[in-house]
């Protein structure tokens, strides 16, 4: 004898189409935040030691690539094959 109380496949379809968590405030908000400043969502999660670690490392790179001044530097092809004794 079957059991009514059992899952139909069609009740299963319905809560496929459900977001599995609900859309707060926060949500929208921390990924906003984190765009404008690298870190940003992270602290304003309280996850204060990723967010400052990602705000610091960024802004290393972003020093770091002005202290280049926009300089790209490519190997010598020359340097590339004698290195590798061809």
Request: glycine residues 10%.
């Amino acid at each position: 004898m079957a059991n009514p109380t059992t899952d139909n496949p069609k009740d299963k379809s319905k809560n496929a189409a459900e977001p599995e968590y609900p859309l707060t405030t926060m949500a929208v908000i921390a990924p906003i935040v984190g765009w404008l400043i690298p870190g940003g969502g992270h602290i304003l999660l309280k996850r204060y030691g990723r967010g400052v670690l990602l705000m610091i490392s960024v802004v290393a790179m972003f020093v770091i690539g002005l202290g280049m001044q926009g300089r790209i530097y490519q190997p010598n092809a020359a340097t590339s094959s004698t290195c590798w004794a061809l």
